[in-house]
T-cell receptor, first 114, second 114 residues
Framework: KQEVTQIPAALSVPEGENLVLNCSFT??????LQWFRQDPGKGLTSLLL?????REQTSGRLNASLDKSSGRSTLYIAASQPGDSATYLC?????????????FGKGTKLTVNP | DVKVTQSSRYLVKRTGEKVFLECVQD?????MFWYRQDPGLGLRLIYF???????EKGDIPEGYSVSREKKERFSLILESASTNQTSMYLC?????????????FGAGSRLTVL
């Protein structure tokens, strides 16, 4: 059974810092991995998707990497801003019991202080 | 530019009431999903559908049912609401299963059952 872990559960940094959010998973047989952002009381916004055959994806100040052999993904945020404050979730799309299934981590709550 | 619309952002219902949560997507996606999100438990899949009139149970289907009569609409039904169904409900949609399968979420429906 696929398990997804995000550590730390919460992170507080000063504005301008570069930071890394971690996501680990137990089963490397995945279709893709997606990083989402969630603002309080809102739905999830997709940030980046890394396909199984890819190693990384970049969008602006965000860079996501995928290492299936070690069961890890990281989301790198450069030059953090207060507007980056949100909860970040990773989700793995994998095969379980013969069916495709998306499994979410519980998220890392990021606070960027001005 | 709204693509997945959840008709009710906030609902307050009484125990025993029948509750309908509606979700509509305008991206011609085959797949639609209902999740609930609770503090400390993350996102849990309730039901999903890969096609019109087709439904599959997720991890926590008890106390819920769904309806998908048209491709763009996926409804979540609580036949007799209970207080333990107080939660944030999130609808999502995606194209057919593939490595490039990006999941798009609605804004969420926060349900309180008194």
């Amino acid at each position: 059974k696929q398990e997804v872990t995000q550590i730390p559960a919460a992170l507080s940094v000063p504005e301008g810092e570069n930071l890394v959010l971690n996501c680990s998973f137990t089963d490397s047989a995945i279709y893709n991995l997606q990083w989402f952002r969630q603002d309080p009381g809102k739905g999830l916004t997709s940030l980046l998707l890394i396909q199984s055959s890819q190693r990384e994806q970049t969008s602006g100040r965000l860079n996501a990497s995928l290492d299936k052999s070690s069961g890890r993904s990281t989301l790198y945020i450069a030059a953090s801003q207060p507007g980056d404050s949100a909860t970040y979730l990773c989700a793995l799309n994998s095969i379980q019991g013969g069916s495709e299934k998306l499994v979410f981590g519980k998220g890392t709550k990021l606070t960027v202080n001005p | 530019d709204v693509k997945v619309t959840q008709s009710s952002r906030y609902l307050v219902k009484r125990t025993g009431e029948k509750v309908f949560l509606e979700c509509v997507q305008d991206m011609d996606h085959e797949n639609m999903f209902w999740y609930r999100q609770d503090p400390g438990l993350g996102l849990r899949l309730i039901y999903f559908s890969y096609d019109v009139k087709m439904k599959e149970k997720g991890d926590i289907p008890e106390g819920y049912s769904v309806s998908r009569e048209k491709k763009e609409r996926f409804s979540l039904i609580l036949e007799s609401a209970s207080t333990n169904q107080t939660s944030m409900y999130l609808c999502a949609s995606s194209l057919s299963p593939s490595e490039a399968n990006v999941l798009t979420f609605g804004a969420g429906s926060r349900l309180t059952v008194l």
